[in-house]
């Protein structure tokens, strides 16, 4: 039976990739996708499109968790795929209990979903012991991410320079509450001390690209690539004039296949180096999981990353294979490039279940998302208040009015934050 599926992006750095992957994967099983990016369009296309199946983000927000219990309601099949791995079970139970809640998700989600595409088993068993979904519809495929780093052509390049990526990871130095998928409060200690760090981190960063730039500009030529969420206007600002910055949405895949050495802040990237033959180095480590930090060689100061240049053998991956063994063991699941076509396996598999031998249901979608207001807080109201501004929400277009002294105002229909955009206002005013 062919049905309609959409698929949900949430960034589009990291998730379009995957998210087009899985659409193709859906395709060739003979169903028809849509392919959606979920802030600005997943409301709109519930509700015109009308799809049977939604493919969704983690459930990390409130915004989320009323998507899903929405679309259950109205009669769609719902599925959760996480855009992140999760934690090995040793490494989560070290973490403090503010930062486990918000890698295992602190939302109830699963009286509306109907399935869970989760990367490894282990973190499959976790989310099950602590109930945010029965193991039995929980499917693991593994590291959906690194799918896009099997099969690639080497590319060849001409240049006597080596080039350098730079991968950067210190988006909370942004201090961006637009962007937190796990749902962590902008003003909690986490988020707070999270800011810290970021922030010694990109000042660490933005040292050691002027320094490189200054010293080693014969040798190496500097590409820099920002991690999903994180802004790339501090360092076109600062470091603009030493490096070249990628587009925002260039996948990472695409970045290392441009470089000859991936310099990372500890993450997945040094996996996907490794899948392309690329070698890779982790300076100023920003990844809590120890487990991904000691995946390749780490530094701390321009003094050690110059020592590790120059003794690096070029050409060939330096990840270390036990290490990366353990991770695939207690973390990603199998690492096959396969990731993708397990999960529509698993979506077709759901959706023959669910229609055999009966005839499809009618939608009782209605045409236009309900403007119910679900989110209160100071400062906002839906009705109209003497001195106040009115505004118009640019992702559901949903008509408010806010207090002008107000810093952080919260869209009523849909929780979109809108600091920045009221402070030109502001100033204005
Ligand atoms: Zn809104």
Not at 83 to 110: C, F, H, S, T, W
Not at 113 to 133: K, Q, T, Y
Not at 163 to 170: F, P, Q, V
Not at 187 to 196: A, I, T, V
Request: glycine share 6%; hydrophobic share 40%; proline share 7%.
């Amino acid at each position: 039976m062919k049905v309609r599926i959409a698929i949900f992006t949430l960034s589009q750095q990291r998730d379009s990739a995957v998210d087009k992957r899985l659409a193709e994967a859906l395709n060739t099983l003979g169903h028809e996708t849509l392919v959606r990016a979920y802030a600005t369009a997943a409301r709109w296309c519930a509700c015109y499109e009308k799809p049977d199946v939604v493919i969704v983000p983690m459930v990390g927000s409130d915004h989320k968790l009323d998507f899903v219990r929405r679309c259950h309601d109205w009669g769609m099949i719902v599925v959760v795929r996480r855009g992140e791995a999760g934690a090995a079970r040793e490494v989560l139970a070290a973490m403090d209990p503010e930062r486990q809640k918000v890698i295992v998700g602190n939302y109830d989600y699963a009286p509306y979903v109907d399935l869970e595409l989760a990367w490894g088993p282990e973190f499959s068993n976790v989310l099950a012991e602590r109930r945010r979904m029965p193991r039995y519809k929980i499917v693991p495929c593994g590291p959906f991410t690194l799918d896009a780093c099997f099969n690639r052509p080497k590319v060849h390049r001409t240049s006597d320079k080596k080039t350098l990526l730079l991968a950067t990871g210190w988006s909370a130095a942004d201090d961006d509450p637009n962007y937190s998928e796990c749902g962590a409060d902008p003003n909690s200690p986490l988020h707070r001390s999270l800011y810290r760090q970021h922030r010694q981190g990109r000042d660490a960063w933005l040292h050691m690209i002027r320094h490189l730039h200054l010293t080693k500009s014969h040798k190496y030529a500097l590409l820099l690539k920002v991690r999903p969420g994180e802004s790339p206007a501090e360092y076109i600002r600062e470091v603009g004039q030493c490096v070249t910055v990628l587009p925002y949405r260039c996948p990472s895949a695409d970045a290392i296949l441009m470089s000859d050495c991936v310099i990372h802040t500890g993450s997945t990237m040094a996996v996907e180096a490794h899948l392309l033959g690329v070698p890779s180095i982790n300076y100023c480590n920003a990844n809590p999981d120890p487990k991904l930090a000691e995946l390749t060689i780490q530094c701390g100061d321009v003094g050690e990353l110059a020592q590790a240049l120059s003794r690096m053998a070029w050409g060939r991956s330096n990840i270390h294979p036990e290490k990366l063994a353990w991770l695939a063991e207690h973390l990603y699941g199998r690492i096959d490039g396969q990731a993708c076509q397990r999960a529509a396996q698993a979506v077709d598999k759901l959706i023959k279940t669910r229609f055999k031998g009966k005839a499809k249901p009618k939608p009782v979608i209605p045409d236009q998302w309900p403007r119910d207001v679900i989110y209160r807080a100071a400062g906002v109201s839906a009705e109209p208040v003497a001195g106040w501004w009115r505004l118009n929400c640019m992702s559901c277009h949903g008509v408010f009015h806010v207090d002008p002294k107000a810093t952080v105002i919260f869209c009523p229909y849909c929780a979109l934050t809108m600091r920045k955009v009221i402070q030109p206002y502001a100033r204005m005013a």
